[in-house]
Structure formats: structure tokens, C-alpha cells
């Protein structure tokens, strides 16, 4: 397939309407949804194209593939480990990463695919009386079965547009992928951004789905937290385009026209999420 092709390809799967969401998708449907969207993206492209550079400035498309592959492995043990009670090696994480390093680009993508399917297949295993004392630790936050899934997602859904945004340029995330991750924002919310210019509140409220948040800047933090939605907003836009932002990824060349935001304004939130 030509990189023409694929570029079409990529319109196609990546611009479709929005669809009725109805009720929100769950995290493991959502989580499925977007490891097949990857295959999809990625099972077609040769050598030389997962050797481009992708969204990330340092990373190749091998290399955030094999950013999820790695990721695939350690969560798959962790999930182990959390519920046998035991805890995962200090140096366990260091080893993977290692390890996947030292891949080749197409090992990289290969092998990702295959993590990937496996770590899927493991959550979906695990049982509702497991998946409810479920606990595992990520530096200093405890996190029970929705919170450490979900955040899998959110991870996924941004990678996953790293990739595909390389094929297309006017791609956005996935409607089903925007509508879970919007509602799971706030720890990531809080963890990325960074305080800048003046303290004060700016309100957002976004479509697809309908949402409100209010970012309140401080001199020493930021806070990131549902609004009550009532009254103007100082910013509107999809939801992707939100999720994105938060991010780190909705610089100027990667603004849809449905983001209504004055210039100063945007350019301020841009500057309290830089990404990472």
C-alpha cells in the first residue's frame, strides 16, 4: 500500500461523524477499541514508514510503538502482581525498558501489537471480585480497577493519535476514546500542568460530549476541575480537542477550526499544559 493510500486510509477511520454516545463507553471496551484502531494504522506500513518521525519530536512510530509495548508488559505484570499480593521488583520496570530498547524498529512494532493484544486479554480475565479489591500503587497514588484501566486508556488514545496523525495531519482521537478519556482528566489534569502568567479562572466547556471544567491558575499550582457549566465559557471545543490540550498536543498547526478560543487564551493554556 502506498503512503497515499494509507494517508486515505487514515481520513477515513479517523474523520467519520461522531456517533450517538449514548451511555459512555466503558474503560476495557474503550481500551479494545483503540488497540484495534492501532493495528488497523500500523500493520500496513513498512520499514521505512515506521521509521518516520512521529508526533513526538524524538520518537519514530517504532519507537511509540514500542513506548506501548513496553508499557503492555509492565501493566500485564502489574496487574499479576496486585493481585497475588506480592510486590514488582524495583528494578523490573529498568529491564523492559531495556530490553525493548534494544529492538529492532520492526521488532518494536511486532512485538507491541502482540503486548498489547495480551495485555487486553489479561485485563478482560480478570474476574468482578478481583477487578473490586483490586489496588496497585503508581508513585504516590493508589489506584483501584477503574482508575489504573482508565489510565491505560488515556495513554493508548494519545498514543495512538502520535501515530496517526503522522499518516494524516487533520486527524483527531477517536469519538469513543474522547468521550471515556474527558471524564478521566483530572489526575492527569493536575499532574501536567504548570503555573503560568497572572492567577486567575478560565472556564472550558466542550461538545462531543457536552462538558465544563474550570482550570484556576495560582502563583505555585493549578488546579483542573469540573465547572457547573453555567454562563459563558471563556474557551469551547470538542472534547478530542480538550483532551488533547491537556496533553500537550493542540499546538497551533494541530488546532481544529471548531476550537473558539481568543488567541491570549489559548495561547495561556497552551503554556499551563506543555505536555509530556
Known amino acids: 500500500m502506498s503512503q497515499a493510500d494509507l494517508r486515505t486510509a487514515a481520513r477515513r477511520r479517523f474523520h467519520r461523524p461522531s456517533p450517538s454516545l449514548g451511555a459512555m463507553p466503558d ?3 474503550t481500551l479494545r477499541s483503540s488497540v484495534d484502531r492501532l493495528v488497523d494504522l500500523v500493520s500496513p ?23 506501548l509495548g513496553s508499557g503492555a508488559v509492565i501493566m500485564h505484570r502489574s496487574v499479576d502482581d496486585a493481585l497475588a499480593g506480592t510486590t514488582t521488583p524495583g ?12 529492538k529492532s524498529p ?11 493484544a495480551a495485555l487486553v486479554a489479561r485485563l478482560d480475565a480478570v474476574s468482578p471480585e478481583d477487578r473490586a479489591r ?14 489504573f484501566v482508565g489510565l491505560r486508556v488515556n495513554e493508548h488514545l494519545l498514543h495512538e493519535w502520535d501515530v496517526a496523525v ?9 469519538p469513543d476514546g474522547a468521550a471515556f478519556v474527558v471524564d478521566n482528566l483530572g489526575l492527569v489534569g493536575r499532574f501536567a500542568a504548570k503555573p503560568s502568567g497572572d492567577p486567575g479562572t478560565i472556564t472550558i466547556g466542550t461538545t ?10 495560582r502563583a505555585d499550582a493549578v488546579s483542573f476541575t469540573p465547572a457547573d457549566g453555567a454562563g459563558q465559557p471563556d474557551a469551547s471545543m470538542p472534547a478530542e480537542s480538550l483532551v488533547r490540550l491537556v496533553y500537550g498536543r493542540l499546538d497551533p498547526d494541530h488546532t481544529p477550526p471548531t476550537v473558539a478560543v481568543p488567541a491570549a487564551t489559548i495561547d495561556r493554556l497552551r503554556a499551563v499544559f506543555p505536555g509530556f
Open 27 to 29: 474503560a476495557l471496551s
Open 45 to 67: 506500513l513498512d520499514d521505512a514508514a515506521i521509521a518516520e518521525q512521529a508526533y513526538p519530536s524524538e520518537w519514530t512510530i517504532a519507537d511509540v510503538l514500542s513506548h
Open 91 to 102: 528494578h523490573f520496570n529498568q529491564g523492559i525498558w531495556d530490553d525493548w530498547n534494544a
Open 106 to 116: 520492526r521488532a518494536k512494532v511486532d512485538d507491541s501489537l502482540a503486548a498489547d
Open 134 to 147: 483490586f489496588r496497585s500503587s503508581l508513585g504516590p497514588f493508589d489506584l483501584d480497577w477503574d482508575t
Open 166 to 174: 503522522t499518516l494524516d495531519p487533520t486527524a483527531v482521537l477517536a
Open 208 to 217: 462531543d460530549p457536552e462538558r465544563s471544567f474550570a482550570v484556576t491558575l
